[in-house]
């Protein structure tokens, strides 16, 4: 996983880019749960997100807690494991210090039924 802001300036609200490389394959209606560092803060409610043309035709992305976004894949072509793509999060506010933050430590696949099928187990990922 990999985490990059368009803009770096502090407090700033901007847009994220995701950049996932599942482990198991990503099906339709299957949920991804990433928690954000508290130090940044996500728009409340239905959140404006995009996803990699090429495998992602529709996605909805949700705030379901304060630092938690849930991103549900509608409509996706065939996601095999370890095939990367992005997903973009618009109108995300950058941490106000210059510190770094807290890690995105928890990363969740989910199926349909909301059971969890794989979490991310990598390298801690700050911005």
Do not use: H
């Not at 802001?5 to 394959?25: H, I, W």
């Not at 090429?54 to 807690?65: D, E, P, S, V």
């Not at 894949?73 to 109108?91: G, K, Q, R, Y």
Request: glycine share 4%; with cysteine; net charge negative.
């Amino acid at each position: 996983m990999s985490v990059d802001a368009d803009s770096k300036v502090n407090g700033a609200r901007t847009t994220y880019t995701m950049t996932f490389a599942p482990n198991v394959p990503v099906e339709k209606n299957d949920k991804m749960v990433v928690r954000f560092p508290e130090q940044i803060g996500l728009p409340d409610g239905l959140v404006d997100c995009q996803g990699e043309r090429r495998y992602i035709n529709l996605i909805r992305c949700y705030k379901r807690t304060d630092n938690m976004l849930e991103i549900q894949f509608i409509e996706v072509e065939e996601m095999l494991p370890s095939n990367p793509f992005w997903v973009t999060v618009a109108d995300v506010r950058n941490p106000y210090s210059t510190a770094p933050t807290d890690p995105f430590d928890e990363v969740i696949m989910k199926n349909y039924a909301s059971r969890e099928i794989s979490k991310y187990e990598g390298p801690d990922v700050i911005v």
